[in-house]
């Protein structure tokens, strides 16, 4: 047996043994690394950041002044809040939706936040 066969069964041993949203999380934060996003869990704030992952919520939050869609963006190590101020409804973006996201980052109550960020939503493969 080569060293690449036992890679391959250590990997096929924790497929089968790994709970569902482990194996999620590892594929979204491989798919990230590899369309040129930076982790989140790595971002800081106030630096311009590109990070790319899949919507968990979208919801309006609409205040006396503007509506805000805000959308929680996961992409395998950290979660996102990407806000757009002024806006009721974006099309595409929705609850498991795979978009690329970028923008400065900023703290929001101990939370990562991205407001009006520029996106491209992704397609499936």
Do not use: H
């Not at 996102?80 to 595409?92: A, F, M, Q, S």
Request: aromatic residues 6%; hydrophobic residues 35%.
């Amino acid at each position: 047996m080569s060293a690449k066969d036992g890679g391959y069964f250590s990997r096929l041993v924790r497929k089968l043994t790994s709970d569902v949203d482990v194996l999620d999380a590892d594929d979204l934060s491989q798919r990230s690394a590899a369309g040129g996003a930076r982790r989140a869990c790595d971002c800081r704030s106030g630096e311009e950041v590109t990070v790319l992952g899949r919507l968990r919520s979208v919801e309006l939050c609409p205040s006396s002044e503007a509506a805000t869609l805000e959308a929680e963006l996961f992409d395998g190590t950290e979660g996102v809040i990407l806000v757009w101020l002024g806006r009721r409804r974006i099309p595409g973006i929705e609850p498991g939706r795979t978009i690329k996201a970028r923008g400065r980052m900023a703290d929001r109550d101990g939370r990562k936040v991205l407001y009006n960020p520029y996106y491209e939503l992704q397609t499936t493969s």
